[in-house]
């Protein structure tokens, strides 16, 4: 080692080496500045290095004068009174981790939201078939109609080459202030899921759509949704509704929209929901919704695509409603359950391809003929 200027000449490497070890004890918590008896980082870096505290300081000054390097004071770490030894890993993801999580999670989810939009579904019976839409059944409420409900339920149930669509509402399943009306039912919420079971198992349902009775008091889980999923029923179960493509084994097909209830209304025209539909969404063959405790079909043409689309509107199985009587709602329960009819073998006849039926056995007796004349 030489000296330059007054002070020793050393190189890179040793300059770079003793800094290390000045920043190694700053870390360790030796402070730069004498404080009471503890060796400071100086004298703990020289006894490190084997040489005196002056001759460490003179090598700290000509790092500084010959290649500009200085202590990097900040990295003085005071130590601590006590150390608590770390615990094992708790299993929670950490930061980036989570983030890998959730983006592989959230393309899944995107995927699946996607398909959701028009999931398709085969149907394995050959020669023309029926879609049957059951109003509101509110099963548990005093009102019920339970001959005709489960008059309706055995036409489905026996007549070959029919499907179902229960549009939602299945028990009253008050909650809150309503859950005062419990006391006008004679029947139970216990006994009111033996009759959920004894509905949803009757039918192989193409689709059940949760409504709004039937989505209150669900913190512990939809009891329909448990139903159809223990079950391992082949339908759909859908909350919010479902759109599907329909595809027939002769290769035609048609698509079908169902909601417990569409939005928009009008005082003119109780289907009008219907329309807007069609206007401002999907033309879809077939559109179904209930909820309103009204019947209203109704046929809507479009050009573009040429396309006749039938809307259905069905009522309910519930006779008695003392809200509709504070309200002063007109009484237009005509019809508590629709159907559609479609004959593949006029798929390209918009007229003769999907007929409505405002009778459930009325529509039976028309496919029992279609079928029978295509076999």
Partial sequence: MTKLNGGPKINLDL???TLAVVHECLEDGFPMEPNGPKATAISEAARRLEISPPTLKNRLQSTERQFGLTVDKSRFTPKRAFTVDPLPHDGEPDAEELIRQLTERHAKRKT???AAKLQHVRVNTEGPVAVAFFGDPHVDDPGCAWGDLERD?????????FMAVNIGDTTNNWVGRLMGLYANQEVTSKQALTLIEWVLTQL???VTVGGNHDTWNTQKGDVSEVIHRLQKMPGLYQNVGARMAVHLPSGASFTMNVRHDFPGGSQFNPAHALVRETLFNHRDHILACGHRHTSAPIPIWHNDPARLCHGFRVGTYKDFDHYAKE????ESNWARSMAAVIDPAHADDP???IKPFFSLEEAAEYLTYLRRRAA
């Fill in 204 to 206: 192989p349902w193409l």
């Fill in 112 to 114: 699946h939201e996607e």
């Fill in 327 to 330: 309200k002063g709602f007109k």
């Fill in 15 to 17: 300059a770079e080496a």
């Fill in 153 to 161: 339920i055995c036409i489905c149930r026996d007549t070959p080459g």
């Fill in 351 to 353: 007229v003769r391809f």
